[in-house]
């Protein structure tokens, strides 16, 4: 009797104590679960997408490829499938499926190991939304207690859209839509019955089963659910013939952007103003100034032309070293980026030529040097000294005494002349009159941001700058002397449509509109009659100059239509030469001239800005003085454009 009393108060006891501790673990998980009310003012990672000027998508941008949609935008088919496949009973059950759990542990039991999942569709989301994936009792324990929550807190399609925005399905693949336009190239609204299949076959086992990593393996498991479907009267059996002899097509991948150094180039931006988590994670829109069409004109130039140079390189076995190209066209009178080519090829090397590289413009610095003696008062007509000279050389150094591309001098000629044929000895004689310091002043009002070094030869274009800056101060001439920043991006909005940030676009007069428009006319000489004459054969106004530096490493050409402003520049990254004769003219016009060539091909034919208070006359090169029509040479000087009271008699 006594043993039997004490057997028994152990026992309750013991089941006391065990119920206690239980009831206090079930407590404390309580208060260490996770607020499911946060899940009413989360909002999931989404994509940030980047359209070019014609609304083209140039861009996706995300941590993880995640799309929200509502769930009427998601078809019943894929809806049905999912819940086929996942959990039968999921508008019946509250959050767990008991009998689902139940064989779940025998099987557990007898596997010795998790072998059989139970999840719920609930269940499901309170492991994605709260947990972490690892597999532990405790952890299945919280997941259950969680779908409970979430169970009365919001009705089924709440919680089945949740699912279908959130869960992993492959190929980096987050939510029914992301799954939709990476598998198949569309909106998970237009998807048909085999493709819903498909994306719903997928959470299963989602590396394994993506139909871009196991095509085969694929079908087969999108078949299985297909059958399932049948079976439990979702689909007609003709329905499931039709669906499962569906062959599946797989979309081909786009490696890059068609635009990729523009969209680095972008991404640079927004990340320092809007910061990189909203940026990835705040499904963004942006808006750019990019043209899709000149964009492909531009790549499709760069390529012509490096190819064409690698040809020419092939003769010479020591020019071992990849030539590059790079290319940026600007609105000249918005300021926005239509194309930018940063090299040839960005999967082999994404360093943006166009904007991170610096390198010696040469002769294509010196309309900014002609540009700021107009400004000074002198004209078209005036006359600067092409003869040997020579400068005193720093301290006991050699003077310094610069030279003609040529190895000829002219004698006096017209500043026109000087820059139509490039002479350096007069550009040397200018910058010197006029004062370097001037002349820098001058380069910064035309945006040149670049280090400029406080010598003589800053007239040879023997500071570093870069390809965009230098464009951006040629557009100046043509835009009646007004300089704008040039920039990419037009309008953010957020995920509701609101604008949440447009770049402040720095704009200001560099030059009188009289003076920009004798730049535009003098450079348009250069490719009338100088070392640009090739681009004459495009019939269209069109200006601009060459650079070459020194032992041909680098070669330029930059210039403007009457709305496009092009920088062209060649070369290689290692600062070796191109080649014997790889002069701008040789190696950057060609690329310019094939870009204007496919922008110009449908376009009306547009004319430089020309001021009222202008004249235009024939002068003579060399003198200076002008050739009336009366004169038997008239019809060999040159047409240069004058503001009245400052032409030559």
């Known amino acids: 009797m006594n043993k039997r009393f004490y057997i028994t108060g152990f026992f309750l006891l013991f089941t006391s104590v065990a119920c206690g501790s239980m009831a206090g673990i079930f407590l404390f998980m309580i208060r260490d679960l996770p607020q499911i009310r946060s899940l009413e003012t989360s909002s999931p990672s989404a994509i940030t997408r980047i359209y070019a000027a014609d609304n083209k998508l140039i861009a996706e941008l995300y941590r993880e490829k995640r799309d929200p949609v509502p769930l009427e935008k998601i078809p019943k088919y894929l809806q049905k499938a999912v819940i086929t496949a996942e959990d039968r009973q ?26 059989q999942g139970a999840s719920t569709i609930t269940q499901q989301l309170s492991k994605t939304l709260f947990l972490s994936p690892q597999k532990t009792i405790m952890r299945k324990i919280k997941e259950a207690l969680l779908a409970i929550q979430l169970e009365r807190r919001y009705t089924k399609d709440e919680i089945l859209e949740r699912y279908l925005n959130q869960i992993y399905l492959g190929s980096g693949a987050y939510g029914v839509e992301s799954a939709a336009r990476i598998f198949f190239a569309k909106s998970v609204a237009d998807l048909d019955l085999a493709e819903c299949a498909m994306i ?34 979702v ?19 786009r490696n890059t952007s068609p635009a990729p150094y523009f969209v680095d180039y972008i991404k640079k931006i927004l990340e320092n103003k809007i910061g990189p988590t909203r940026l990835y994670t705040g499904g963004l829109i942006v808006y750019t100034t990019l043209s899709s069409d000149l964009q492909i004109a531009s790549d499709q130039a760069i390529m012509l032309g490096i190819n064409s140079l690698k040809k020419r390189r092939k003769n010479d076995p020591t020019l071992k070293t990849e030539p590059q190209g790079a290319l940026i066209a600007i609105d000249i009178r918005t300021g926005g980026i239509l194309a930018m080519s940063g090299g040839t090829d960005y999967r082999k090397s994404s ?31 005036s006359l600067i000294l092409d003869a040997p000279v020579s400068f005193p050389g720093a301290s006991k150094a050699k003077p310094w005494q610069p030279e003609n591309f040529s190895r000829t001098f002219q004698g006096e000629i017209t500043l026109r002349k000087a820059l139509t044929h490039s002479k350096n000895i007069p550009a040397v004689r200018l910058i010197d009159q006029l004062g370097i310091s001037g002349v820098v002043d001058f380069a910064r009002n035309l945006g040149i ?56 676009i720095e704009k200001r007069i560099a030059m009188s509109r009289e003076n920009a428009a004798i730049m ?13 004459k090739k681009a004459k054969s495009l019939h269209r106004q069109l200006a601009g100059k060459t650079g070459t530096t020194n032992k041909y490493k680098d070669a330029l050409f930059v210039g403007f239509s009457p ?23 040789r190696a950057a016009l060609p690329i310019w001239m094939e870009f204007f060539k496919n922008t110009l091909s449908d376009k009306e034919f547009e004319y430089f800005d020309v001021p009222d208070n202008m004249v235009k006359m024939r002068i003579n090169p060399n003198t200076g003085k002008q050739i009336h029509e009366d004169q038997a040479d008239n019809s060999e000087g ?9 032409q030559p008699k």
């Not at 064989?103 to 010795?112: G, V, W």
């Not at 991170?356 to 040469?362: H, T």
């Not at 535009?520 to 640009?532: H, I, R, S, Y």
Request: net charge positive.
């Open 90 to 115: 999921f508008y019946t059950h509250s959050g767990i499926d008991i009998k689902g759990i139940a064989r779940a542990i025998i099987a557990d039991i007898l596997a010795r190991k998790f072998v």
């Open 351 to 381: 360093f943006n030529r166009s904007t991170a590289a610096r390198r010696q413009p040469g002769s294509a610095f010196k309309p900014i040097l002609f540009a700021h003696a107009i400004e000074q008062g002198f004209n078209q007509a």
């Open 235 to 253: 689909i007609t059996n003709e329905q499931y013939k039709n669906a499962t002899n569906k062959p599946f097509n797989a979309v081909q991948k």
């Open 563 to 585: 709305a496009i402003a092009v920088g062209v520049w060649v070369g290689c990254d290692n600062f070796s030469t191109l080649g014997a004769k790889e002069t701008g003219a």
């Open 449 to 504: 941001q670049s280090r400029l070094s406080p010598y003589l030869s800053l007239s040879l274009g023997t500071s570093e700058t870069n390809l965009t800056e230098l464009t951006a101060a040629y557009a100046v001439f043509a835009n009646q002397g007004i300089y704008i920043h040039p920039h990419g991006i037009i309008d953010v909005l957020d995920s509701g449509g609101q604008s949440i940030w447009q770049p402040a």
């Open 638 to 646: 040159l047409m240069a454009l004058f503001t009245k009271g400052n």
């Open 520 to 532: 535009a006319n003098m450079l348009e000489g250069v490719v009338l009659e100088g070392t640009g």
């Open 200 to 233: 719903a076959a997928m959470p299963k086992a989602p590396s394994a089963y993506s139909p871009l990593v196991n095509p085969e393996l694929a079908v087969i498991r999108r078949n299985i659910v297909l059958k399932q479907m049948m079976i439990t009267g």
